[in-house]
Structures are given as structure tokens and as C-alpha cells.
């Protein structure tokens, strides 16, 4: 079975500065993986996908990650945040096989970014 | 372009009453469709998944059920809530194969 954790359910920077969202997996094949990002009451908005191709991912707002299969992570970092980055963002693996795949994610917890002017 | 739509926004029923939510995909054909279930704090639950008209996986055992009556169409539904109930219910859907999941803009469902 696949599960993701994300290190951090609340995450706090100033503008301007460096944002790590720390993200770990498992799974019994090689996964793909995922970022999505949530405003308050709204759906999952796609940020970035890793599907075994470039190890270092990069997705909208200036967002990437990188996958480290030594390490079993997939952290989003952005260099500076922005205020309209506040927001919930959630990990997500899936394994490969199957047509169906894709979309029965597992998902992190989430971890609600705040960014202080 | 495909477009996802879900409703109502918000919904406040009470124990014991039924539950329809629907969901309408634009703009693909045949797609995967997803509910999911966001309790606060716990991350988001797969419900269940449907890769065809009237093909329902169901993800965990629960007061709830799924119909796709229309290949772009995907209910949820409930013959009497239960105060577990409550949370953000998110439809999605994928393309076969390998298309990520896109999320409609959710159902928040209070149960009193």
C-alpha cells in the first residue's frame, strides 16, 4: 500500500523568503507523484506532477520539486513566496499500474502555508 | 476546454435526511470520475471511482453511494445522513490513462 507523509501540517515564512513543504512517500512501485495546492473553500488546483521523467519538477507560480528516490521525498520549494501563495497544499502518490491509476491518489495530510508581509 | 462542475456550494441537512450531490464534467468524453471526502485535519479520502456509465468502485465501506447515470455525469448520494457525514466533498475527474486528477470546486456538507 502507497501513503504519503507531509512533515508539517502548518508552515510559516515572510515574504519573500524561501518555502519548503517537506513531503515523503512510500510505495511498491516506482510512484508518481504530485502537488496540488487548495484555497480556502475551493477544489485542488494541479501545481506539479512527477511521472519518471526529469527528477526536478517545475509547475506554476514558480513552484518545483524534486524527487529523491534514495530518499523516498518530494518536496515543493518556491525561492520567494508571494502572499497570494497562503494556501493549502497537498502531496499526492499513485502508483503506475492500471488505467485507473492515475487518479486513485493517495494524499498527504496538507499543510497550510502562511506568508507574513 | 473541460470544465467541472459540481453543486450545490454549500448544503445543511439534518440527521437522517437524503443526500444528492451532482457532479457534471464538459468538454471530454468518457472520462474517469472521482468523490472525495475532506474531513478538517485528515487530508482527502478516495469514496469512489468510476471509469464507465454505471461501473462504481467503492473505496471504503460507509452511509454513502455512487451512481454515473450519464457518461459525463456523477452522483453521490445518501438514504439518511449521519452526523459523520459532514465535510468538503470534492468531484474530480481524469482522462484514461494517464491524465492527473481535476478537482470541481466542492460541496461543503454540514449534517445537524
Known amino acids: 500500500a502507497q501513503s504519503v507523509t507531509q512533515l508539517g501540517s502548518h508552515v510559516s515564512v515572510s515574504e519573500g523568503a524561501l518555502v519548503l513543504l517537506r513531503c515523503n512517500y512510500s510505495?511498491?512501485?516506482?510512484?508518481?507523484l504530485f502537488w496540488y495546492v487548495q484555497y480556502p473553500n475551493q477544489g485542488l488546483q494541479l501545481l506539479l506532477k512527477y511521472t519518471s521523467a526529469a527528477t526536478l519538477v517545475k509547475g506554476i507560480n514558480g513552484f518545483e520539486a524534486e524527487f529523491k528516490k534514495s530518499e523516498t521525498s518530494f518536496h515543493l520549494t518556491k525561492p520567494s513566496a508571494h502572499m497570494s501563495d497562503a494556501a493549502e497544499y497537498f502531496c499526492a502518490v499513485s502508483d503506475q499500474r492500471g488505467g485507473t491509476s492515475y487518479g486513485k491518489l493517495t494524499f498527504g495530510q496538507g499543510t497550510i502555508l502562511t506568508v507574513h508581509p | 476546454s473541460q470544465t467541472i462542475h459540481q453543486w450545490p456550494a454549500t448544503l445543511v441537512q439534518p440527521v437522517g435526511s437524503p443526500l444528492s450531490l451532482e457532479c457534471t464534467v464538459e468538454?471530454?468524453?468518457?472520462?474517469?470520475l472521482y468523490w472525495y471526502r475532506q474531513a478538517a485535519g485528515r487530508g482527502l479520502q478516495l469514496l469512489f471511482y468510476s471509469v464507465g456509465i454505471g461501473q462504481i468502485s467503492s473505496e471504503v465501506p460507509q452511509n454513502l453511494s455512487a451512481s454515473r447515470p450519464q457518461d459525463r455525469q456523477f452522483i453521490l448520494s445518501s438514504k439518511k445522513l449521519l452526523l459523520s457525514d459532514s465535510g468538503f466533498y470534492l468531484c474530480?475527474?481524469?482522462?484514461?490513462?494517464?491524465?492527473?486528477?481535476?478537482f470541481g470546486n466542492g460541496t461543503r456538507l454540514t449534517v445537524t
Open positions: 468538454g471530454t468524453s468518457n472520462p474517469n
Open positions: 510505495s511498491s512501485v516506482p510512484p508518481y
Open positions: 474530480a475527474w481524469s482522462d484514461q490513462g494517464t491524465s492527473p486528477l481535476h
